[in-house]
């Protein structure tokens, strides 16, 4: 049996039963436990199964987070408007701290031919996109690299940001509600960013339309704590008259259609 076909007989296996173990799955195949936990890594990588000790479930989507490269192809142009937006926001002088995420590297590649900036960062991505601008200092974090956003995270990072201020953070994020606040899939990136936020006198979200109305697993913050919001003009009318009605700076960036159209045929829908 194809590695392929014995995948998706363990996704259909899933679907039926919620979880299956390693042992059970190499005596199912007649494959090798290593195999077997080769299969689930690389699933684990595509989204299509959540590992545990000593097997696997489905993933719970509110917890699920993307890798980099799916999300990076995603609404581009509407990511491009919001850092273009968010680029008139920074000044000659400034120290900053870029969020690891898609819409912060759209800003980051605006940032290149900045002089005397000063830009904090736990994205791999975001490092190696600024380090060779001539006018940029770059800092990265330190910590464990997770994976699947190329985002540094863990104590480390966090007691990196207690020893810095900042002018503003740009912060990335997976959901938005009026209730639930910010949210993000996992405890160690929510802890993350709450640690970038504290380390800033301003905090702008950046967030594309479809985070809007969204809720995932860990709480990052309330709206109330966040200065700003720059989103795109795909964001619903009234959600966003709810989230300035409650208190919160909303920035709508125009998406030029062309660019939207380019991105849609892109993606091939």
């Known amino acids: 049996m194809f590695a392929e076909q014995r995948r998706r007989q363990i996704i259909a296996l899933l679907t039926s039963d919620r979880a299956v173990s390693v042992t059970e799955l190499a005596a199912r195949f007649g494959v090798s436990e290593s195999t077997i936990r080769r299969d689930l890594r690389e699933m684990e990588e595509l989204g299509l199964v959540e590992r545990t000790h000593g097997g696997a479930v489905l993933p719970d989507l509110r917890r699920y987070e993307p890798a980099f490269h799916q999300k990076e192809a995603e609404r581009r142009a ?76 863990g104590a480390e990072v966090v007691r990196f940001l207690s020893r810095v201020n900042v002018d503003r953070v740009f912060l990335g994020i997976n959901g938005i509600d009026l209730e639930a606040g910010l949210t993000t899939p996992t405890l160690a990136e929510a802890e993350t960013k709450r640690a970038m936020m504290r380390a800033a006198r301003e905090v702008v979200l950046l967030a594309d339309h479809s985070k809007l109305g969204r809720v995932t697993f860990a709480h990052v913050a309330d709206l109330k704590e966040v200065d700003r919001l720059i989103t795109d003009s795909g964001a619903p009318p009234q959600f966003v008259s709810q989230l300035r009605e409650s208190g919160l700076e909303v920035h709508v960036a125009p998406v030029e259609v062309q660019a939207a159209e380019e991105d849609f045929r892109a993606r091939g829908r």
Not at 92 to 118: K, M, N, P, Q, V
């Open 78 to 153: 509407e990511k491009d408007a919001i850092a273009r937006m968010a680029a008139q926001l920074v000044e000659t002088g400034d120290t900053i701290i870029l969020d690891s995420g898609t819409t912060t590297l759209a800003l980051a590649r605006l940032l290149r031919s900045c002089t005397d900036l000063t830009v904090v960062t736990n994205s791999i991505v975001i490092a190696g996109e600024l380090a060779a601008a001539p006018g940029v200092e770059v800092v990265v974090t330190g910590g464990t690299v997770k994976g699947r956003t190329m985002a540094l995270v």
